[in-house]
């Protein structure tokens, strides 16, 4: 049975067990004066003296120094005073070792006299415990607002070797780069024991890389490692930091290190391997957000958001640039404010803010932009904010004006009708599309091969001009050769010598208008023109030569008309002299060759009588075919605007007039329905003159039936004159409207067809035949429904 | 055919072709009004004989002219423009008788006065024709200028 000193008077045999036994430090004191009365054997183990040598000291014996002891004073008044009192009470043992124990004091005031208990409890690893985790809490605090992974290194090190006391420690971390363990930092102490340079570790080599590739604590208490080989240390440890590194720690000495060492560790592992984390996070989101402030910043366009009152909150992108804005001059200010002289945008926004998604084309003075905006709803449906991007659109709303220009151009190229017109409106064309360049058309005279400049655009003075040189170019030079090429070339590194002007010319398109010139475009800026220029350039050259190809063509044209005008006047001038000339011969044959007949009737002999016959009746003829020649000779001259006929009533003047010649012959004319047409009305009666008069003479021999009829042929009315005759051979009918046929077997003046044919084209109507031999013949004209007014109407 | 009635009346010819000057004769005398007609051939002698001038002192001046446009020496319009100039001259009624029916010789002849404009016919009956219509008008109905 363990004996305990001290006074046993104070305890019962059973409470004197219990004391004895119990693991917790017991101390009975003397409140006054210090004077331990009792202790048990827990007691004296934890103070490290025996219980004998205890009971002579006093309490004050073991609070190391005199602050201590006068602190110990007071805490045990405190205790008498209040009944209990709970401290901490650094004890010095007998080997010098300084623990903290918690010690709880009772008094107690019994018949023996005035007690103080003291239960003592070693608390060091606690209160060790209790205040590394509180530093590193504080350091945790720290590494979380550290920048950088220098600084996390070196809290690291720093709590390890004052917080820990693990004094001689290191931390590496892994460089993905060169696959290797790094040393980040070091305390001073470790430096000086690991004398040389620290190289880095592998991963898996030593305890360091095997910790780290292992992902656990790893203990050294064998110097076989190489690199700690030749230096002091004796036992180490190693602590992965997740997969950022390894926290080491070494000591002189082996079994240098506690469970609890290791535990401590392995949580600043942990904080650090948090604030690492944490770091690496914030890195990635930084780099993140940079990445996107960047594509916003940098995007060819403008990202703007506004609230709910129409201030702009977000505005970001390079597209504002071409506004002439800047984005911080923009947020914070209201649209209807910074647009308020843009009367397009403020309709945007109320419609936007108004819950609507737009979307619109906007001027802005030098760039179009296109505006695309969307509501954002919160909760309830209402409009939160509008969202908003704005591309500059203005090269394609430039193209587009230029197709609706070329268009216009187009239209107005249609109307020209002269070679300058057109030069000098393609050269104005040009410089509207061109802005600010030079546009020159070089034209090729007819008969020679020299480019002659013909027409420049406004910004060129042409008096300026006065070399030939400047304003020729002779086949063979180099701008001939473009000319010849017959492509659009375009040369943005155009060497100004080549021209013999001053002008500063870097850049210039050449294309030739067909083969009639050579359309070009310069700049005074090298590199000026792209492909698309080249086309417009291509596409207006094309324009022009069709223009001039067409300008010639109506040149042409008129040419022939006139000379067909002319053709026909001299035709009709011809007829004209030649009949009247032959009316003053014929009528001396005729009047005399009457007279002859009337006064010398009788008188001569019947084969007398005979030639006057055939002299008069020649004469007639002769007369007829003058008067139709004169007829065929002012069908143009003399032709009357076209006017609405009833053919009907013509026919019945045509037959009135022929009365005497029906009625002679016994024939009948019948005719049916007959349709208003428009035509000169005296030469439509000439034309049924002619087929009625052909018809009754070339009917049946005893009562000639003569029919006319009408019918419609769509665009122009047929009309037909039949008769009951023996009809036309067919070899005779191809020159029955020929104005010199010689007369056939029946007989006429023949000119008569002639006049019809001249009278029905002009008319711009067919005439035609049909016939066969025994069948009679029927004549077949058509005059068009709407007949244009032909030219040759004369004034004289 | 009847019997021509009346005074003869004085016709002067100025035409330079002797067939025309034949039938226009020849007419004439088968119409209705007794006549005596003179005959010149060139626009001189017309106006000598106008004016009773040489050969012509004793001829009376003519009821009516008939004035042919193409006439040797001086052409009808000369004459005719002479004519109507003169005041002596003027009053006599002058009937172009020719063979142009060109516009502007219409016009002109108007334009020198003419009293009327005739375009000589094709053939014999139309001289007997135009002839019978120049009696009825110039020389019946209408009244002519006292001497």
Same mark, same amino acid.
């Given at each position: ?796 | ?10 016709? !002067?010819?100025?035409? &330079?072709?002797?067939?025309?000057? #034949?039938?226009? %004769?020849?007419? $004439? +005398? ?33 009821? !009516?002219?008939?004035? &042919?446009?193409?006439?040797?020496? #001086?052409?009808? %319009?000369?004459? $005719? +423009? ?66």
């Amino acid at each position: 049975m363990p004996t305990s000193g001290g006074d046993v008077a104070v305890l019962g045999e059973l409470e004197t067990s219990v004391f004895e036994a119990s693991p917790i430090a017991i101390l009975v004191h003397d409140p006054e004066t210090g004077e331990i009365l009792t202790v048990n054997d827990a007691a004296a183990k934890l103070i490290g003296y025996d219980v004998d040598q205890l009971v002579e000291m006093t309490v004050g014996d073991f609070s190391p120094g005199d602050a201590a002891q006068e602190q110990a004073k007071r805490e045990i008044h405190n205790a008498v005073e209040t009944g209990t009192n709970t401290l901490d009470w650094r004890i010095r043992r007998s080997d010098g070792t300084i623990i903290t124990a918690e010690v709880q004091l009772r008094y107690v005031d019994s018949d023996g006299g005035k007690r103080m208990l003291a239960y003592v409890q070693d608390v060091t690893d606690r209160r060790k415990r209790e205040r590394v985790l509180n530093e590193l809490q504080r350091v945790a605090t720290e590494m979380m607002e550290a920048e950088t992974t220098a600084e996390i290194a070196d809290l690291t090190t720093d709590a390890a070797d004052t917080i820990i006391d693990l004094t001689n420690s290191s931390l590496r971390l892994y460089n993905p780069e060169t696959d290797r363990l790094e040393v980040a930092s070091i305390t001073e102490s470790a430096e000086a024991i690991v004398s040389k340079d620290l190289p880095p570790y592998e991963v898996g080599e030593g305890i360091v890389g095997t910790a780290f590739e292992r992902e656990e604590v790893i203990f050294l208490d064998d110097p076989a490692d190489e690199q700690l080989s030749d230096t002091e240390i004796r036992s180490a440890f190693a602590v992965p930091i997740g997969s950022y590194g390894v926290l080491a720690a070494g000591g002189t000495s082996r079994r240098s290190f506690s469970e609890a060492d290791v535990e401590f560790a392995k949580l600043l592992a942990n904080l650090t391997e948090s604030a690492l984390q944490q770091i690496e996070f914030n890195r990635k989101y930084r780099e993140r957000t940079e990445e996107l402030e960047t594509i916003l910043n940098n995007a060819p366009l403008v990202l703007y958001a506004i609230d709910e009152d129409g201030m702009i909150t977000e505005s970001r992108g390079k597209g504002l640039d071409a506004i002439g804005l800047e984005h911080r001059e923009l947020v914070g200010q209201s649209t209807y404010d910074v647009y308020a002289e843009i009367p397009p945008i403020l309709e945007m926004a109320d419609r936007s803010l108004a819950g609507e998604s737009v979307s619109d084309i906007v001027d802005f003075g030098n760039v179009w932009m296109e505006l695309t905006q969307e509501p954002v709803l919160d909760e309830q449906g209402e409009v939160e904010q509008v969202i908003g991007v704005a591309v500059d659109v203005t090269e394609q709303k430039e193209i587009e004006q230029q197709f609706a220009s070329l268009s216009e151009s187009a239209v107005k190229m249609s109307e020209v009708h002269e070679l300058s017109d057109a030069v000098e409106l393609v050269v104005e064309i040009a410089e509207d599309l061109f802005h600010d360049a030079i546009v020159s058309y070089w034209g090729r005279g007819r008969d020679d091969d020299r480019l002659v400049l013909d027409a420049t655009s406004s910004n060129i003075d042409m008096d300026e001009y006065t070399d030939e040189s400047e304003v020729v170019h002779e086949a063979g030079d180099p701008v001939w050769q473009l000319y010849e090429e017959g492509t659009v070339i375009t040369d943005n590194e155009f060497d100004p010598d080549k021209t013999a002007s001053d002008a500063e010319i870097r850049s210039a398109i050449f294309a030739p208008a067909g083969d009639h010139g050579l359309l070009s475009i310069a700049s005074s800026n090298s590199g000026a023109f792209d492909p698309h220029d080249e086309q417009l350039m291509g596409i207006m050259a094309d324009f022009l030569a069709a223009t001039l190809d067409r300008i010639e063509y109506e040149a042409q044209i008129r040419e022939y008309q006139h000379e067909l005008e002319q053709s026909n006047q001299d035709l009709e001038q011809f007829a004209y002299v030649a009949s009247h000339d032959l009316q003053e011969p014929l009528r001396m044959v005729s009047s005399y060759m009457s007279l002859l007949e009337e006064e010398y009737r009788g008188e001569l002999d019947d084969e007398a009588d005979e030639y006057i016959d055939y002299a008069v009746d020649g004469a007639d003829r002769m007369r007829e075919m003058i008067n139709a020649l004169l007829d065929y000779s002012r069908i143009h001259t003399h032709g009357q605007d076209p006017e609405l006929v009833h053919v009907g009533d013509a026919v019945e003047d045509t037959l009135d007039e022929l009365r005497m010649h029906i009625d002679e012959h016994d024939a009948t004319v019948e005719y049916g329905q007959l349709p208003t047409v428009t035509a000169d009305p005296t030469q439509l009666r000439q034309v049924f003159q002619n087929l009625i008069k052909n018809a009754v003479e070339h009917g049946a021999d005893d009562g000639p039936e003569v029919t006319i009829s009408a019918t419609d042929d769509g665009d122009c009315w047929e009309f037909s004159v039949t008769d009951d005759g023996d009809g036309i051979p067919v070899e005779d009918q191809g020159r029955l409207f020929d104005i010199f046929q010689t007369g056939s077997a029946s007989g006429g003046t023949g000119i008569g067809l002639a006049v019809c044919k001249r009278i029905v084209s002009r008319h711009e109507g067919d005439i035609w035949v049909d016939s066969a031999e025994g069948e009679g013949t029927t004549f077949h004209f058509t005059v068009p429904k709407a007949v244009a007014a032909t030219g040759g109407e004369s004034d004289d | 055919m009847t019997e021509p009635y009346g005074d003869p009346v004085e016709i !002067l010819l100025a035409e &330079d072709n002797p067939g025309d000057a #034949k039938l226009t %004769k020849k007419a $004439l +005398e088968r119409g209705q009004i007794a006549n005596n007609l003179h005959v010149v051939t060139d626009g001189v002698e017309t106006l000598k004989f106008l004016r009773q001038e040489g050969d012509y002192a004793d001829e009376s001046r003519p009821d !009516l002219v008939l004035l &042919d446009l193409n006439m040797p020496r #001086k052409d009808g %319009k000369e004459v $005719l +423009e002479e004519i109507k100039a003169d005041d002596e001259l003027k009053r006599i009624p002058v009937v172009v008788l020719t063979s142009s029916e060109a516009e502007e010789d219409i016009i002109q002849s108007y334009d020198l006065h003419a009293n009327a404009y005739l375009t000589k016919p094709v053939d014999f009956d139309g001289f007997l024709d135009i002839i019978g219509r120049i009696e009825d008008f110039w020389l019946t109905v209408v009244k002519r200028p006292p001497e």
